[in-house]
């Protein structure tokens, strides 16, 4: 009797650790891919409030859609084709995550979603109180005038904005010009904080942004979003176009100048050339 309730505990115990193992993989995998976007019982962000997810849709379909929700907008899934058009038809990134950990994921997001959310506290605008100090100091850090406390990359090596104050910008990256419309400064900001992109977080991997830094450049960029139909930033591609073209030919020429008037003979040619006297 004493070996079967033995055995039972073991069981009982063995079971609760491997749960606690698979909430803990869930945890870590929401943290690192999916809070920047979503949030559980405390509303909208940039994707949909996750606090009973399960409930709208099959597990099979939440699996097939994490892995890549693209592949399911083009085929023209109604569920997922439904979601894009509410959230401003920005695509969830792609997750090269196996059916378990996305399981996971799902199981901590129904452990941690449990409730109703009435009690989730209000959304706070966190660019309350910022000044025209907080939106200077983005702009030095998006264009790269001022270097990141911990270094790392500027935001323009990317990613371009419209504004006229900003000479050169990155084309590699999507043009941020109206994101705070889309997004709101929470968006923003998570996104920023932890970034769900693969290779904005390989960029940034070893160089975290402080908080001020996140908060500066969320100012930033609602002022880029604010001002954007003044701004008539200068296109110079067709002045550096020009530029290069005559420095091209100024090259072109000096080599041909060059070329004709280099010297055809050796420099003791006319020395050796010369007739040689016989002395008798």
């Given at each position: 009797m ?9 069981l ?35 994707g949909?409030?996750l ?8 597990q099979?379909w ?9 592949s399911?907008v ?36 129904e452990?941690?979603?449990?409730g ?15 000044t ?18 911990n270094?790392g ?22 043009d941020?010009?109206e994101t705070?419309?889309?997004m709101?400064?929470a ?5 920023i ?32 979003s ?55």
């Amino acid at each position: 009797m004493n070996i079967c309730k033995m055995k039972m505990l073991l069981l009982v115990v063995g079971i609760f650790v491997f749960t606690l193992s698979r909430g803990d993989e869930g945890e870590d995998l929401f943290k690192l891919t999916c809070k920047a976007c979503h949030t559980i019982g405390k509303g909208r962000l940039v994707g949909p409030d996750l606090l009973n997810v399960s409930d709208k849709h099959s597990q099979e379909w939440m699996v097939s859609f994490i892995k890549s929700s693209s592949s399911m907008v083009n085929s023209g899934d109604e569920e997922a084709v439904a979601i894009f058009d509410e959230y401003n038809k920005l695509l969830m990134p792609d997750n090269a995550y196996s059916d378990g950990q996305i399981i996971n994921i799902l199981a901590y997001i129904e452990q941690g979603g449990s409730g109703d959310g009435s009690e989730a506290p209000p959304a706070i605008d966190m660019l309350e109180g910022t000044t025209t100090e907080n939106v200077r100091h983005g702009l030095n850090l998006f264009s790269g005038s001022q270097q990141f406390e911990n270094g790392g990359a500027s935001c323009t090596s990317c990613h371009k904005v419209r504004d006229e104050r900003i000479f050169s910008s990155g084309t590699l990256a999507k043009d941020l010009s109206e994101t705070f419309d889309v997004m709101g400064s929470a968006g923003i900001a998570a996104i920023i904080k932890n970034p769900p992109f693969p290779v904005m977080q390989s960029a940034y991997k070893d160089y975290d942004l402080s908080e001020e830094e996140v908060l500066d450049l969320t100012a930033y960029l609602r002022s880029v979003s604010e001002q954007r139909i003044y701004q008539r930033p200068r296109d110079f591609s067709v002045a550096f176009a020009s530029f290069g073209f005559l420095v091209f030919v100024m090259i072109f020429m000096s080599t041909i100048i060059l070329y004709f008037k280099r010297k055809r003979l050796a420099v003791n040619h006319k020395l050796l050339s010369r007739p040689s006297k016989v002395v008798n």
